[in-house]
């Protein structure tokens, strides 16, 4: 197994599992926690794929993948309950690990299609959080990627750095993977956020600095 199915292979295992776990806490049935697991598992690759032109059958005939995915949601739907409460605190880990495992995996599958270093950068990012804003949506949930940490960053970090010729070897790739999942552990305890600003009225409050 190469280093391009490893990463799929991790990505689809970890986004799988959180999101089987979303869907058991919006208390769906076990239908509904099949089909949210394939769609976080699946979903970024088919955005990807859409948008940089490359063929969206080509899911149908990665079997491995599907059974794989498969597997993952219904051991989780069969775990204890108290196992899955433990799981629970660690759903930002399993988030940065499908989050870095697939935005390496889109950034390998731009540059093999000789893609300019931008869409590398786009590829990365969208296989890394397009399945997890899709988990989020049909959940009902505010997606995470347009929360206060910083969460999409560091897919387009892999991207840049892949697309660049920086990392290429199997261990310079494993390097960036531990790279992203540690970097985005910290801006979730650290809660590092990029700039923002709010256009809701400030009327009768008063200004930072002025209190």
Do not use: C
């Not at 690990?97 to 950068?121: E, H, R, T, W, Y």
């Not at 959080?129 to 989020?136: E, S």
């Amino acid at each position: 197994m190469d280093v391009f199915h490893l990463f799929s292979l991790i990505g689809t295992i970890a986004f799988a599992v959180s999101g089987a776990i979303v869907a058991m806490e919006e208390e769906y049935d076990i239908l509904g926690v099949i089909v949210l697991g394939l769609v976080t598992a699946f979903g970024g690759g088919v955005v990807r794929n859409l948008l940089i032109g490359a063929p969206v059958t080509t899911l149908w005939s990665q079997s491995l993948y599907l059974n794989t995915a498969s597997v993952s949601i219904l051991v989780v739907f069969f775990l204890p309950i108290a196992w899955i409460h433990h799981w629970k605190k660690t759903e930002a880990f399993f988030d940065a690990i499908g989050l870095s495992a697939f935005a390496i995996q889109g950034a390998l599958f731009a540059v093999d299609a000789k893609l300019p270093l931008n869409a590398v950068m786009v590829a990365a990012m969208l296989t890394g959080i397009g399945g997890g804003m899709i988990r989020d949506m049909m959940a009902g949930r505010k997606p995470l990627v347009l929360r206060d940490e910083i969460y999409a960053v560091w897919a387009l970090a892999a991207g840049f750095a892949i697309g660049y010729g920086r990392f290429g070897s199997t261990w310079e790739l494993l390097t960036l993977f531990a790279f992203i999942v540690v970097f985005r552990m910290l801006s979730v305890q650290f809660k590092w956020k990029l700039p923002r600003r709010s256009l809701r009225s400030n009327q009768g409050r008063p200004e930072k600095g002025e209190e």
